[in-house]
């Protein structure tokens, strides 16, 4: 990618029409998950039926994303750079089903183009979730999920629901088991979170979207193959599911060595009477991880010339991890969400991103005070940290798949996030965003970093 000076004054133009180039007549919107919402009108480009036997959906995602040259004492080979840059990623799926009884067949395929700024590299709470790791792989169209889905009703009573491309039922059993078999993503299903968990809509942080200690089982795109079952009650839910980790860290082709490579997930939900929802999470990943103390001792040793993780490899190394999730819905319109995290951070980080512990606050509001109830303002703050091991392995010049100045001063990445979404027209709308970055990539000799963003996104 060629890295080109931008001008701050056109990054800015640019979120301002997000604000302004808006129809002067606002346009109703409800809850995301509400069914009228799935129906209206004004949600989608095309409406879409509710009572047919097949769904067919998409979406369009451009980002456009830059920030300016910032303080920097060095740079490394996985570092933000310190220069100027712009970059614009683009995603687009496409979302297909079909239904009989309680059977649900869904398949989708999709594109992820465009880059990140610094390849995706230099800071743990990355700047775009829609950026793939990889830029080499390229836009090539993709297999995103492919999976069987069926509910079991465990009683007569039902219940409304939105139809949507994970699901294609209008109604539940207000008590089942959901079944799932094949290939998804874990977070499509896990660690969710109203305010919190659509870039797309709302926020564009890797760790504000996703609890950053979530070392959750995909390849470098974000999907697996695996199973998944839950159990949903009126008031608390229950879902677990085993899926395949990737051959190497950040790594496409995952491993079907299930003997020395798999992932445990188990989260529970509860939704007591009233506003408040809190998911408590745990996760193990068995695979052929490196082993951050052993890549010290050897280059301690003289063994290797520089710490590298990749040399001290073993099958069956095991990760874990636990996290917390609350979301609570004022009454006078805002919502506000947390998220914490922690993984035991011996071995290396191997499919989300390099953090070991984070915690996070943030919400959101509609536009109805302001006469605009389809746009949506929010704000974040997280903070992610390491291990000491895996602190020690950076400032002795070791590289993770993410980072690595040559040498670190850590501080804890602290991020906030705010953004605004005005709902143009239909399933149209835009965003501006803003991310101010301290400590990125955890060296308090770089930064802090203001990163903007302009979001164009289509559900049709």
């Given at each position: 990618m060629t890295v080109r000076t931008v001008q701050w004054p056109w990054l800015w133009a640019?979120?301002?029409?997000?604000?302004?180039?808006?129809?002067?007549?606002a346009h109703a919107q409800g809850d995301?998950?509400?069914?009228?919402?799935?129906?209206?009108?004004?949600?989608?480009?095309?409406?879409h039926p509710t009572t047919t036997g097949w769904w067919l959906s998409g979406q369009l995602n451009l980002i456009l994303q830059a920030h300016g040259q910032f303080a920097s004492l060095y740079e490394g080979a996985h570092s933000?750079?310190?220069?100027a840059e712009h970059a614009l990623s683009r995603t687009w799926t496409i979302y297909t089903g079909v239904t009989r009884g309680r059977t649900d067949v869904l398949l989708d395929v999709e594109s992820a183009g465009g880059h990140g700024i610094s390849d995706a590299l230099g800071i743990?709470?990355?700047?775009?979730?829609?950026?793939?790791?990889?830029?080499?792989?390229?836009?090539?169209?993709?297999?995103?999920?492919?999976?069987?889905?069926?509910?079991?009703?465990?009683?007569?009573?039902?219940?409304?629901?939105?139809?949507?491309?994970?699901?294609?039922?209008?109604?539940?059993?207000?008590?089942?088991?959901?079944?799932?078999?094949?290939?998804?993503?874990l977070v499509d299903?896990?660690?969710?979170?109203?305010?919190?968990?659509?870039?797309?809509?709302q926020f564009l942080n890797w760790t504000a979207d996703n609890n950053g200690a979530f070392d959750y089982a995909a390849d470098t795109r974000g999907y697996t193959y695996g199973l998944f079952a839950e159990y949903d009650s009126p008031r608390w839910s229950l879902r677990g599911a085993e899926g395949l980790m990737p051959r190497v860290a950040n790594g496409i082709q995952l491993d079907w060595d299930?003997?020395?490579?798999?992932?445990?997930?188990?989260?529970?939900?509860?939704?007591?009477?009233?506003?408040?929802?809190?998911?408590?999470?745990?996760?193990?990943?068995?695979?052929?991880?490196?082993?951050?103390?052993?890549?010290?001792?050897?280059?301690?040793?003289?063994?290797?010339?520089?710490?590298?993780?990749?040399?001290?490899?073993?099958?069956?190394?095991?990760e874990w991890g636990l996290g917390a999730n609350v979301e609570y819905a004022l009454s006078s319109g805002p919502r506000l969400f947390g998220r914490a995290g922690w993984d035991d951070g011996h071995n290396e980080s191997f499919a989300y991103t390099e953090v070991n512990d984070t915690v996070e606050i943030g919400g959101d509001l509609a536009g109805d005070?302001?006469?605009?109830?389809?746009?949506?303002?929010?704000?974040?703050?997280?903070?992610?940290?390491?291990?000491?091991?895996?602190?020690?392995?950076?400032?002795?010049?070791?590289?993770?798949?993410?980072?690595?100045?040559?040498?670190?001063?850590?501080?804890?990445?602290?991020?906030i996030e705010g953004y605004y979404t005005a709902h143009l027209w239909r399933g149209v709308s835009l965003s501006a965003d803003a991310q101010q970055v301290w400590n990125?990539?955890?060296?308090?000799?770089?930064?802090?970093?203001?990163?903007?963003?302009a979001r164009l996104h289509v559900e049709f």
């Amino acid at each position: 990618m060629t890295v080109r000076t931008v001008q701050w004054p056109w990054l800015w133009a640019a979120g301002l029409a997000a604000l302004l180039v808006v129809p002067t007549a606002a346009h109703a919107q409800g809850d995301p998950g509400s069914p009228e919402t799935a129906q209206a009108s004004d949600a989608t480009l095309f409406p879409h039926p509710t009572t047919t036997g097949w769904w067919l959906s998409g979406q369009l995602n451009l980002i456009l994303q830059a920030h300016g040259q910032f303080a920097s004492l060095y740079e490394g080979a996985h570092s933000l750079r310190a220069g100027a840059e712009h970059a614009l990623s683009r995603t687009w799926t496409i979302y297909t089903g079909v239904t009989r009884g309680r059977t649900d067949v869904l398949l989708d395929v999709e594109s992820a183009g465009g880059h990140g700024i610094s390849d995706a590299l230099g800071i743990a709470g990355f700047t775009n979730l829609d950026v793939v790791r990889n830029p080499d792989l390229g836009a090539t169209p993709y297999l995103a999920r492919l999976m069987v889905h069926h509910t079991f009703a465990l009683s007569p009573t039902m219940e409304p629901t939105t139809r949507g491309p994970l699901s294609l039922a209008n109604d539940q059993p207000v008590r089942r088991i959901e079944v799932r078999v094949g290939k998804f993503s874990l977070v499509d299903f896990f660690d969710t979170n109203g305010p919190g968990s659509d870039s797309h809509l709302q926020f564009l942080n890797w760790t504000a979207d996703n609890n950053g200690a979530f070392d959750y089982a995909a390849d470098t795109r974000g999907y697996t193959y695996g199973l998944f079952a839950e159990y949903d009650s009126p008031r608390w839910s229950l879902r677990g599911a085993e899926g395949l980790m990737p051959r190497v860290a950040n790594g496409i082709q995952l491993d079907w060595d299930v003997r020395h490579s798999h992932s445990e997930n188990l989260e529970l939900e509860l939704r007591p009477a009233g506003r408040l929802v809190t998911r408590l999470l745990g996760f193990v990943n068995h695979a052929n991880m490196g082993s951050y103390a052993a890549a010290i001792r050897a280059f301690e040793a003289g063994t290797d010339p520089t710490p590298t993780i990749e040399a001290h490899r073993q099958r069956g190394r095991r990760e874990w991890g636990l996290g917390a999730n609350v979301e609570y819905a004022l009454s006078s319109g805002p919502r506000l969400f947390g998220r914490a995290g922690w993984d035991d951070g011996h071995n290396e980080s191997f499919a989300y991103t390099e953090v070991n512990d984070t915690v996070e606050i943030g919400g959101d509001l509609a536009g109805d005070p302001w006469h605009r109830s389809s746009d949506r303002v929010g704000v974040a703050l997280a903070s992610n940290g390491l291990s000491a091991l895996h602190q020690d392995y950076l400032r002795l010049g070791g590289l993770g798949f993410l980072l690595g100045d040559g040498t670190l001063r850590y501080g804890r990445e602290t991020i906030i996030e705010g953004y605004y979404t005005a709902h143009l027209w239909r399933g149209v709308s835009l965003s501006a965003d803003a991310q101010q970055v301290w400590n990125p990539g955890y060296n308090r000799d770089r930064g802090p970093v203001l990163v903007g963003s302009a979001r164009l996104h289509v559900e049709f």
